[in-house]
């Protein structure tokens, strides 16, 4: 992705709520790019709209309607629903265009805006482009269409049912939820309706938690950034398996029915090796990215499967699993992509399939976890001022160098700003626990120095 662009990160464009480019002026003309780019031959459009629980997403809501209507777009008006539930409704309702208001996990106080395509994907890059030079100050100011053909605006009040059956849907009619104890945290998020909606009628016995939102507390101690919430209600009401969500309910952690925390790996790992040995795993492959653990690799490669590494974010994953053919794919984070199903990350999806592989193999979850050995991985997270490219800072790239000769094969670092973040990420993974933490420090505190926030 051009590195020089304005708007647009890995995942969409995220900000801080009522500041550009989320201010209402910004948001207005964004949604009059997005109308017109989706406008063809006198085509009305139709556009999708949905939300997490963020106390900024009306102000947000608000604005994009103001400019897509102005357009002569007509807009459907979901309220809050997950990130995968807006990519599904999108291409079922047969929508020109998607967008889901959302930050994913970070708090609060910051917000965003994914855009689907008429096929449920992510806007291709081309797209982002002219999507960029529309939102330009002075491009589309003072343009909207005459009185008669202002767009209408209009609630899809059966969204979050429609959804709920499109999950119930995917989750084996042979099998049945029936006595399972789940324990849900769904992060004060926009899957607070749907996710126990949708376990109760496929007959689990459902604790909630994160399930009721103020619009300031969504990810606040709560969902896939916090899974010992979870992980202890699993322990203290024996409950068979954990599931952790974050705020737009498109990334997954599981707990087993001991307490251990299984993150997107292990997850990644339970649903090829019971796609393979049903024979079903296309290509033998599975997709990953540079931060999935080795010991992905090394489990699924004694089985025959491929692990073939892309650069982080689903959407890296995804257009990876399209070019070679495979249709498994995820993040150690919990993002999981299963494509024959959906076009991104579904973390209720997600659960959904590996509750189905525990009812199939009549085994619990820790079971199906043991085979996995995690690689000690020790990851920290580094505020930074500005975002220089890292191969242009001397210290660092020989401090890295330097280490890679000391770990040689059996270890590897890796260092990356985030893309929706002011935040570097060092990733150090060895045979060594205190070796992983003692490079990682080193490198954090290196580039506190060279880049710290002030």
Do not use: W
Request: hydrophobic share 40%; net charge negative.
């Amino acid at each position: 992705m051009n590195a020089t662009r304005r708007y647009f990160g890995t995942d969409g464009i995220r900000g801080v709520a009522g500041v550009a480019p989320l201010d209402p002026e910004t948001l207005v003309r964004l949604g009059k790019a997005v109308a017109k780019i989706f406008t063809e031959d006198g085509k009305r459009p139709r556009v999708l709209l949905a939300k997490d629980t963020r106390l900024s997403g009306y102000m947000i809501e608000s604005s994009l309607a103001a400019g897509i209507t102005a357009m002569g777009a007509d807009l459907m008006l979901c309220g809050p629903v997950p990130t995968p539930g807006v990519a599904y409704l999108t291409k079922s309702m047969r929508a020109d265009a998607g967008i889901v208001i959302s930050a994913s996990h970070n708090s609060f106080e910051d917000n965003g805006i994914k855009i689907f395509g008429a096929d449920g994907f992510k806007l291709p890059d081309e797209l982002e482009v002219q999507v960029e030079e529309l939102l330009e100050p002075g491009v589309l100011d003072g343009k909207t269409v005459e009185a008669g053909a202002i767009g209408k605006a209009f609630r899809i009040d059966d969204a979050i049912g429609r959804y709920t059956v499109f999950l119930k849907e995917n989750f084996p009619r042979e099998l049945s939820l029936d006595g399972v104890k789940v324990g849900l945290d769904c992060a004060n998020g926009a899957a607070y309706i749907v996710g126990p909606q949708t376990l109760s009628e496929l007959g689990a016995e459902v604790v909630s938690r994160g399930v009721s939102p103020s619009g300031k507390n969504i990810n606040a101690g709560f969902g896939s950034l916090y899974p010992d919430v979870v992980a202890k209600l699993v322990v203290e009401q024996n409950l068979h398996v954990g599931v952790a969500l974050d705020g737009d309910a498109d990334r997954c952690i599981l707990v087993d029915e001991k307490g251990r925390i299984l993150d997107g790996d292990i997850l990644l790992a339970i649903c090829a090796l019971d796609m393979k040995a049903r024979g079903v795993l296309r290509k033998d492959l599975v997709v990953a990215t540079v931060m999935s653990n080795l010991g992905l690799d090394t489990l699924l490669g004694q089985h025959g499967i491929r692990v073939i590494r892309t650069g982080v974010g689903d959407r890296a994953v995804l257009e990876e699993m399209i070019r070679q053919g495979g249709q498994l794919g995820g993040e150690q984070s919990g993002h999981t992509i299963f494509s024959d199903i959906s076009t991104t990350g579904d973390g209720l999806l997600t659960a959904l399939m590996v509750m189905s592989i525990m009812e199939r193999q009549g085994k619990p979850l820790s079971e199906l976890a043991a085979a996995f050995t995690t690689f000690p991985q020790k990851l920290i997270n580094v505020k930074v001022s500005s975002k220089p490219p890292l191969e242009s800072i001397p210290a660092l790239s020989k401090a890295i160098e330097q280490k890679e000769r000391e770990l040689g094969t059996k270890g590897r670092i890796l260092v990356r700003y985030s893309g929706t973040e002011n935040k570097a990420r060092v990733m150090v993974e060895c045979e060594d626990e205190v070796s992983c933490k003692k490079h990682a420090e080193e490198l954090a505190e290196l580039l506190e120095r060279e880049l710290g926030a002030l």
